[in-house]
């Protein structure tokens, strides 16, 4: 897309003047009594000339952190200071928000796996072909906003591309510029289980984006029970850097001293069922063999011994202490690099 200026920004169905934002709502689908299922929007169309940012959160419906984090961001953003646009969506998976699910309900579909979505398809398909044609295809960059359920977990960014495919380096740049301490540079999924299946990987929003022009990344804020402080701060530092990368806003992103970048994720699981108590803290970096968990019963005698199965860093843990036999417990990023 051009970065040529234009008075005004039309984008689903809004017109927004130079210097100015507005707000509105993307039809994507209809309830069963024919009530519009609406996409919240804010679009901000900056005084000066730039690229187009697109911003996105709640792609996984019960994921809120992210909602804040865009929320505030906007609110700090001048339009007549800006370079540029900014379309953001604040809850894209309609249903799974409103039923408080990651899928959407409806047919029980991650939205993040079927981009860019089919307009004959099913109810997942069919909306993600209306948010990747209306807003995506607008963009020069995107960045979807996520964090990891209600689990605890380092935060970090997600290069959704691998290193062979188109634009990685674009997208691996904008990692880093987002700030984090943790990169996950791959294309695999945040849960080692999902590449069992590889087409689906190839369903989501980054991959489809950035390989076809448009580079995006998908920071992973920690996960919570409802809103976080500590978790929707760093979206919103993550954010604004993003920003001050694009040169949309005045400023040099701040960067930490050391970032780490992980090529793997391995899940640890447990053999026995019980109670989990962590000896080590997310962010701590374990050899293999090192014990980092005790499982005990429930009288709290230890019945089994958690291991590192690799030298790496605690990823993230469980939600909840308590895991079943071949629960996972934590996991480990493996083949750290250290920039």
Same mark, same amino acid.
């Given at each position: 897309?051009?970065?040529?200026?234009?008075?005004?920004?039309?984008?689903?169905?809004?017109?927004?003047?130079?210097?100015?934002?507005?707000?509105?709502?993307?039809?994507?689908?209809?309830?069963q009594d024919g009530t519009p299922a609406n996409i919240p929007l804010v679009a901000v169309n900056g005084a000066q000339g730039g690229?187009?940012?697109?911003?996105?959160?709640?792609?996984?419906?019960?994921? =809120?952190?992210?909602?804040?984090?865009?929320?505030?961001? /906007? #609110?700090? !953003?001048? +339009?007549?200071?800006?370079? $540029?646009?900014?379309?953001?969506?604040?809850?894209?998976?309609?249903?799974?928000?409103?039923?408080? =699910?990651?899928?959407?309900?409806?047919?029980?579909?991650? /939205? #993040?796996? !079927?981009? +860019?979505?089919?307009?004959? $398809?099913g109810p997942s398909e069919r909306i993600a072909h209306?948010?990747?044609?209306?807003l995506v295809s607008k963009a020069n960059y995107v960045v979807?906003?996520?964090?990891?359920?209600?689990?605890?977990?380092?935060?970090?960014?997600?290069?959704?591309?691998?290193?062979?495919e188109p634009n990685h380096e674009k997208a691996f740049d904008l990692a880093r510029a987002f700030g984090a301490t943790y990169v996950v540079d791959e294309k695999g999924a945040m849960s080692p289980s999902d590449t069992r299946n590889p087409a689906s990987l190839e369903g989501r929003l980054i991959w489809v984006s950035t390989i076809r022009g448009i580079p995006g990344i998908t920071p992973e804020l920690s996960?919570?029970?409802?809103?976080?402080?500590?978790?929707?701060?760093?979206?919103?530092?993550?954010?604004?850097?993003?920003?001050?990368?694009?040169?949309?806003?005045?400023?040099?992103?701040?960067?930490?001293k050391r970032q780490y970048v992980t090529s793997k994720l391995v899940d640890v699981k447990a053999s026995r069922g019980g109670f989990v108590e962590y000896k080590a803290k997310l962010g701590d970096q374990i050899?293999?063999?090192?014990?980092?968990?005790?499982?005990?019963?429930?009288?709290?005698?230890?019945?089994?011994?958690?291991?590192?199965?690799?030298?790496?860093?605690?990823?993230?843990?469980?939600?909840?202490?308590?895991r079943s036999t071949g629960e996972r417990v934590a996991m480990i990023g493996t083949n750290i690099t250290e920039i």
């Amino acid at each position: 897309m051009s970065n040529r200026r234009t008075e005004t920004f039309q984008v689903a169905g809004m017109t927004i003047p130079r210097g100015s934002r507005g707000t509105g709502y993307l039809k994507v689908a209809e309830m069963q009594d024919g009530t519009p299922a609406n996409i919240p929007l804010v679009a901000v169309n900056g005084a000066q000339g730039g690229p187009t940012l697109y911003v996105e959160s709640c792609l996984d419906g019960a994921e =809120l952190n992210p909602i804040a984090s865009v929320r505030r961001i /906007l #609110n700090e !953003v001048d +339009p007549v200071k800006l370079s $540029g646009r900014i379309i953001a969506a604040l809850i894209v998976n309609f249903f799974g928000f409103h039923w408080k =699910l990651q899928l959407n309900p409806l047919d029980n579909t991650n /939205l #993040n796996r !079927v981009f +860019p979505g089919n307009p004959a $398809g099913g109810p997942s398909e069919r909306i993600a072909h209306i948010v990747f044609n209306e807003l995506v295809s607008k963009a020069n960059y995107v960045v979807d906003l996520h964090q990891t359920s209600s689990q605890p977990s380092v935060g970090a960014v997600h290069v959704r591309v691998g290193k062979d495919e188109p634009n990685h380096e674009k997208a691996f740049d904008l990692a880093r510029a987002f700030g984090a301490t943790y990169v996950v540079d791959e294309k695999g999924a945040m849960s080692p289980s999902d590449t069992r299946n590889p087409a689906s990987l190839e369903g989501r929003l980054i991959w489809v984006s950035t390989i076809r022009g448009i580079p995006g990344i998908t920071p992973e804020l920690s996960g919570s029970l409802g809103w976080n402080e500590e978790s929707i701060n760093f979206g919103v530092k993550g954010l604004r850097n993003v920003l001050k990368y694009l040169k949309m806003i005045n400023g040099t992103p701040e960067l930490p001293k050391r970032q780490y970048v992980t090529s793997k994720l391995v899940d640890v699981k447990a053999s026995r069922g019980g109670f989990v108590e962590y000896k080590a803290k997310l962010g701590d970096q374990i050899r293999s063999g090192d014990v980092f968990a005790v499982m005990t019963d429930v009288f709290g005698t230890p019945i089994e011994l958690i291991k590192s199965p690799d030298d790496g860093i605690l990823w993230r843990l469980s939600d909840y202490p308590m895991r079943s036999t071949g629960e996972r417990v934590a996991m480990i990023g493996t083949n750290i690099t250290e920039i």
